[in-house]
């Protein structure tokens, strides 16, 4: 089992930069795969990037591919979610997640473990 608790959300203006951070803790072999979505209001959650757990291969959806960046601490016990050049669009409820299994994916039927998400909002 992974427990996982997200931070850094906050508000911003356009063009700006926020950093998220994921704390994992929990059974390692739970989290080979991590990754971040997001789910604006009246909208389906998606798939924002996601990461092996040790950071040795990122995957991004397109409306974020060039300004977003995931990545994992040393340990791995960590994840973080550096965001540049924010869009309105960008606003939402961030969500990480992890799954056991080691494929990166942007679906949320293949993650397991949730966080109870962090609020974004780009004015």
């Known amino acids: 089992h992974v427990q996982l608790v997200e931070s850094g959300g906050g508000s911003v203006q356009a063009g700006g930069s926020l950093r998220l951070s994921c704390a994992a803790s929990g059974d390692g072999y739970s989290s080979s795969a991590m990754g971040w979505f997001r789910q604006a209001p009246g909208k389906e959650r998606q798939g924002v990037a996601s990461i092996y757990r040790g950071g040795s291969s990122t995957y991004y959806a397109d409306s974020v591919r060039g300004r977003f960046t995931i990545s994992t601490d040393t340990p791995a016990t960590t994840m973080y979610l550096q965001m540049n050049n924010l869009k309105a669009e960008d606003s939402a409820i961030y969500y990480c997640?992890?799954?056991?299994?080691?494929?990166?994916?942007?679906?949320?039927?293949?993650?397991?473990?949730w966080g109870q998400g962090t609020q974004v909002t780009v004015s």
């Open positions: 997640a992890a799954t056991p299994a080691r494929r990166l994916s942007l679906s949320t039927t293949d993650f397991l473990y």
